[in-house]
């Protein structure tokens, strides 16, 4: 999962997106930071997943960073 954070005023805060992925997703693990002037790049790699955590996320991410935006990655059929 790759969740992207646009800069503001001051540079986003991982330690508080990573409190909400892992809010969701129990097995969620921080892989990557970066930062330039313009947004933050988080990845995160997780296990397991249910369908109901993907609202629960989306509701999360958009309350506390409306304008970020993230991808969802899956590398086996059938992961959810």
């Known amino acids: 999962m790759v969740v992207s954070l646009p800069a503001g005023d001051r540079p986003a805060d991982p330690s508080a997106i990573t409190e909400l992925v892992r809010k969701r997703l129990s097995r969620a693990r921080l892989e ?13 790699t997780f296990q397991g997943f249910r369908e109901d955590a993907l609202s629960g996320l989306q509701a999360d991410l ?18 959810l």
């Open 32 to 44: 990557s930071v970066s930062q330039t002037d313009r947004e933050t790049v988080v990845s995160y």
């Open 62 to 79: 958009g309350a506390a960073v409306p304008r970020a935006t993230y991808n969802i990655f899956f590398n086996r059929p059938g992961a």
